[in-house]
């Protein structure tokens, strides 16, 4: 006859336990994100949505992934130069 071990649930103890919430980023202002991005060595982004066709959407990805780039590097890449191109006329 085989014995069945019991196994111990293991037990934090109160002062153990991180009482910060989960997600931090939530209700953050402006100048905490600034920061946080600050400390982090990053800029400070703001998310941004873009409507367009699927089809353009779809060559887009493809050319993404052929080129091994993110999407949204592309599409900051060509705003950046936009607003080069812009400034210089």
Not at 15 to 24: E, K, L, V
Not at 54 to 72: G, M, P, S, T
Request: aromatic share 6%; no cysteine.
């Amino acid at each position: 006859m085989t014995e069945k071990k019991h196994r111990k649930i293991p037990s934090i103890s109160p002062d153990r336990i991180d009482t910060t919430p989960a997600d931090t980023s939530v209700g953050m202002t402006k100048e905490d994100q600034r920061a946080h991005a600050f400390v982090k060595g990053k800029e400070a982004v703001q998310p941004f949505t873009i409507r367009m066709p699927v089809n353009l959407y779809h060559e887009l990805r493809e050319l993404a992934f052929k080129n091994q780039e993110k999407i949204n590097h592309i599409i900051i890449k060509l705003i950046r130069d936009y607003i080069k191109n812009e400034k210089n006329t």
